[in-house]
């Protein structure tokens, strides 16, 4: 019985802590004011993020907790219906326009994914887990 109640605190903290890192990697995408540079390295919470802005936000974090957040994509205004490419490009099919464009994070692209990363922030925030 004391095993079990020991397992279980520690499967909270554990579970606590990936939602915790979670929050902090979307919160740390959502500090940056320009993402113009390839490669970023981003200060949030005492800790280094290294972002290459030709790739998306899986590639950024690969968490678990983010990937349940993902999965919930329908409450999103702008999902395009493929999980694999969530975000819309805004002259080109979402797969397309993830291939054809050198920086995810800018214009109005960039503008679409950051608000794809406060959608899932708020899920995540909101004990959705």
Avoid at 43 to 66: H, M, P, V, W
Avoid at 102 to 127: C, P, S
Wanted: hydrophobic share 35%.
């Amino acid at each position: 019985m004391i095993i079990n109640t020991i397992m279980d605190e520690y499967m909270y903290t554990t579970e606590s802590v990936k939602v915790l890192d979670s929050i902090n990697e979307l919160k740390a995408l959502l500090s940056v004011e320009d993402f113009s540079p390839e490669a970023l390295d981003i200060e949030y919470g005492g800790k280094t993020y290294s972002l290459d802005t030709s790739r998306g936000i899986c590639a950024f974090s690969q968490n678990l907790y983010f990937l349940i957040a993902y999965n919930n994509l329908n409450g999103w205004d702008k999902y395009t219906g493929d999980a694999g490419y969530p975000v819309q490009h805004p002259t080109l099919p979402s797969d397309k326009g993830f291939y054809a464009e050198d920086n995810l994070w800018v214009g109005e692209y960039g503008k679409n994914r950051l608000e794809l990363v406060a959608f899932l922030l708020k899920y995540l925030e909101n004990d959705n887990v």
